[in-house]
């Protein structure tokens, strides 16, 4: 078993940063990728940034690129989600979600692949 614990969310004026955190514990993997995802009020999750956890490989949605920045703190075994020039559309409930694999492809936008979810952390974004 895997556990991702999300914490960092908060109230930010558009314009602003908030830094999300995911604790991974448990199992480990040979390889695995670590996603963000979000699901606003009356919306379907959505995909916002994935990694893997070994090596550089990202890829962000449309709609967070050049914004958000996903990365992993190795010393700490914690993904990041930097979320920079926030914007009111940004306002959701975000979680992490991890999915052992040895390939990097477009399935990994899809959340219902992964197989380790948190229990999210809420972000707000409004003046």
């Known amino acids: 078993q895997v556990q991702l614990v999300e914490s960092g969310g908060g109230l930010m004026q558009p314009g602003g940063s908030l830094r999300l955190s995911c604790a991974a514990s448990?199992?480990?993997?040979?390889?695995?990728?670590m996603g963000w995802f979000r699901q606003a009020p009356g919306k379907e999750r959505e995909f916002v940034a994935v990694?893997?956890?070994?090596?550089?490989?990202?890829y962000y949605a449309d709609s967070v690129k050049g914004r958000f920045i996903i990365s992993r703190d190795n010393g700490k075994n914690t993904l990041t989600l930097q979320m920079n020039s926030l914007k009111p559309e940004d306002t959701a409930v975000y979680y992490c979600?991890?999915?052992?694999?040895?390939?990097?492809?477009?399935?990994?936008?899809?959340?219902?692949?992964?197989?380790?979810w948190g229990q999210g952390t809420q972000v707000t974004v409004a003046s």
């Open positions: 979600a991890a999915k052992e694999t040895a390939t990097w492809g477009p399935r990994l936008i899809d959340g219902s692949v992964y197989d380790y």
């Open positions: 448990g199992r480990t993997f040979s390889s695995v990728a």
């Open positions: 990694k893997r956890w070994s090596g550089g490989t990202t």
